[in-house]
C-alpha cells in the first residue's frame, strides 16, 4: 500500500508564490506518475498538474499553465508543485494523487489515480 504524505500550503496574498510537497512511501512507480489536484468548496474536484515518474513529462490544466511547475525527485519518491502569481481562484484543498499507469487520455479524471494524500489546503486571499 502506498502512502502520500503532502506538506506545504498556507496562505498568501494574491500575486505571491507557496511550494507544496509530496512524498510517496512504497514502491516507485515506473510507468507511472504524480500529481496534484484541487477541490474548492461547492466545486467538484478539478485537476492540476501530473509528471510522469520515467521521463519526467509534465502536463498542466490550462487555468495554472505558465504560474505553477511540478517537478520530481526521485530517489526522494517525491514530487513537488511551485505556485507562482496566485490569484484567489487557485484557493482550494490540494490533493497529492498518484497513478501507476497514466493513461494521457484520462490525465485529467481522477477516478484514474489510485491512491490519494489527506490535502492540503491552499488560501490566496489579501
Known amino acids: 500500500q502506498v502512502q502520500l504524505v503532502e506538506s506545504g500550503g498556507g496562505l498568501v496574498q494574491p500575486g505571491g508564490s507557496l511550494s507544496l510537497s509530496c512524498a510517496a512511501s512504497g514502491p516507485p512507480f515506473t510507468n507511472g506518475a504524480m500529481g496534484w489536484f484541487r477541490q474548492a468548496p461547492g466545486k467538484e474536484r478539478e485537476f492540476v498538474a501530473v509528471?510522469?515518474?520515467?521521463?519526467?513529462?509534465?502536463y498542466y490544466a490550462d487555468s495554472v499553465k505558465g504560474r505553477f511547475a511540478i517537478s520530481r525527485d526521485r530517489p526522494k519518491n517525491m514530487v513537488t508543485l511551485q505556485m507562482n502569481s496566485l490569484k484567489p481562484e487557485d484557493t482550494a484543498v490540494y490533493y497529492c494523487?498518484?497513478?501507476?499507469?497514466?493513461?494521457?487520455?484520462?490525465?485529467?479524471?481522477?477516478?484514474?489515480?489510485?491512491?490519494w494524500g489527506q490535502g492540503t489546503q491552499v488560501t490566496v486571499s489579501s
Open positions: 509528471i510522469r515518474w520515467n521521463g519526467g513529462h509534465t
Open positions: 494523487a498518484a497513478d501507476r499507469h497514466l493513461i494521457l487520455s484520462s490525465i485529467g479524471d481522477p477516478n484514474q489515480y489510485d491512491f
